[in-house]
Each structure stands twice: as structure tokens, then as C-alpha cells.
């Protein structure tokens, strides 16, 4: 998910200046001790067969369809990989269609993503990043300014590229690509990918760096399997990777 200190680290204080802001840290005596899953967002529609139809073209698992005489249906759809579910249907939520904006989908490949919603039939902004902070601008707005700039962020830094699509109703969903988490982001004492293609992505993210690292060594390494796991653990725990 977006990082608000990574949204702050970023705008460097610009257009910050009334701004009140406190940043946590990871403090494990104000963590709490019951697990709270996210698991749920409600998606106002108009039309909840258009909808479904939709949500079900993006490769969506359908996890639900209950109707309840002519006053009630709710159906459940969940992305590939996520622990998080939409509901949308009839009676379900009193907000106006299409009101469901910044709906951010994380993802370690924003190409391969973007390439594969292409694929579905579903249209989708072209790739892009922030002009450097820019919060005015004509643009929809997303968490890093209002202006953006075609194509992935020129440094490929974690965080900084997107994709951004609609429903037919025109509640807004982003891509974000996230390959490497903040320190303190993750407990660093756990590996976990929530997909085959996640795990396939840090995999490939891995084997290109294991290539500069042996280039760097100007001889073939041996215990590749070691560094690769090595490389995946530190890049998902935010620490700094092995050269």
C-alpha cells in the first residue's frame, strides 16, 4: 500500500507549510495485541450485473452472490493474491455510485499488470509517475500530487509508478507497484508472497541483480541459491540488498 512517510520523505516540506503531521514509529508497546484483518471495501454501483460483469472481466475471484427477494443483493469479488474483498450490489451501501475513489492495487510488476488488464479488454491509463510533488494540477488526483508524468518513475523506486482505471460507474482504481517495503513495513522475521506471480516477479527482480553481482565478481557463483534467497528476504524487509 501507498506510504504516507514515503509521500512526505518525497514532497521534501513543499506545499507543506500548514501542514500538522505526526509520523509513528514502530513502537511495539502502542501496537495493538488483537489482529484486525481489513476485509472488506463496499463499491456503490448503479447496475450491479454491468458490475459484475466488469469486475468479473479483470480475472476477479467471484467469492459471492446473494439475493434476497427483489430489495436485496450483495456479491463478493477478491483480487488475485489480496486479503481484501469488494462487495457491490442492491442495498448495500447508500452512497452514490461511482463515489469509491483511490482504490490502490498493489503490485510487483506494473507492466505485466497493466499488460494483462490490456489483454482483458479492460482500458487503463498509460504508466506514469509524479512531477516531483506537484498537489494542484488537472490530473486526477492520487496520494502523490495532482500532475503526472508518462511512463514509470525514471529510477524504478518502489512506490513510485502507477496505472490508474475505472468501473462502468467510474469508481477509481490504481495500480501501484511495490517491490520493496519500507523498513519497520513488514516483520523482517517472515518471507511470504502472496501469489505465484509475486513470488515469480521477486524471483526474475533476483536473478537480474545476481547477474551485476556476478559480473561485479567476474566469476560464476556457485551458492546462487543462497543469494537469491538472501536477496528476496532483504528486499521484502526493507534492508539493504546484497551487492
Known sequence: MTDLNSLLK???????????????????TGVAKVDMKFEIVVIPVSDVDRAKEFYGRLGWRL????????????????????????????????????????????????????????????EISDVFHDADGAYAGTDEPYLFGRLRVRGPDPDH???????????????????QEVTTRLPGRVDPATTTFASANDLAS???????????????????????????AEYMVREQSGKELPQ
Open 157 to 175: 523506486r518502489s512506490y513510485r509508478s502507477f496505472a490508474s482505471f475505472c468501473d462502468p460507474d467510474g469508481n477509481g482504481w490504481l495500480f
Open 63 to 122: 467469492d459471492a452472490n446473494f439475493v434476497s427477494g427483489k430489495d436485496y443483493r450483495a456479491i463478493q469479488f477478491t483480487p488475485p493474491g489480496s486479503g481484501c474483498s469488494i462487495i457491490f450490489g442492491k442495498n448495500v451501501t447508500a452512497a452514490a455510485p461511482g463515489s469509491a475513489q483511490g482504490l490502490y492495487l498493489i503490485v510487483s510488476d506494473i507492466a505485466a499488470a497493466r499488460a494483462e488488464l490490456l489483454g482483458r479488454g479492460v
Open 10 to 28: 518525497h514532497s521534501g516540506g513543499k506545499n507543506m507549510a500548514n501542514a500538522q503531521t505526526e509520523i509513528y514509529g514502530n513502537d511495539p
Open 202 to 228: 521477486a524471483l526474475r527482480r533476483a536473478a537480474a541483480a545476481h547477474g551485476q553481482h556476478e559480473a561485479r565478481t567476474g566469476q560464476a557463483d556457485k551458492n546462487w541459491p543462497d543469494w537469491y
